[in-house]
């Protein structure tokens, strides 16, 4: 949090994604499986969850959705942990 890499991540993830919904959950999932190569699954929950989750529920509000909590862990959550399935 110190480094304002979150803030960063959630301007570039609403820059490419341009208002798409559906542009900006697979850009979610892509940088999900890159923040998770490498971590444990405690860490990477903890890394995507605080980077990636809001970003999720902040681009679902501003257009108009309300999108469970749950939903959003459990999505950024599953490809953080399909990166350790990635061949090296």
Do not use: K, R
């Not at 979610?28 to 809001?54: D, Q």
């Not at 959705?65 to 999505?75: S, T």
């Amino acid at each position: 949090s110190l480094t304002g890499v979150g803030l960063v991540l959630a301007d570039l993830v609403e820059m490419l994604s341009m208002g798409d919904l559906l542009v900006m959950l697979m850009l979610v999932a892509v940088f999900s499986l890159i923040l998770g190569m490498g971590l444990p699954t405690t860490a990477n929950y903890i890394v995507v969850s605080s980077l990636l989750a809001p970003v999720v529920v902040a681009l679902g509000q501003q257009n108009g959705l309300l999108v469970p909590l749950i939903a959003v862990h459990l999505f950024v959550f599953y490809p953080g942990i399909l990166a350790a399935v990635t061949p090296p």
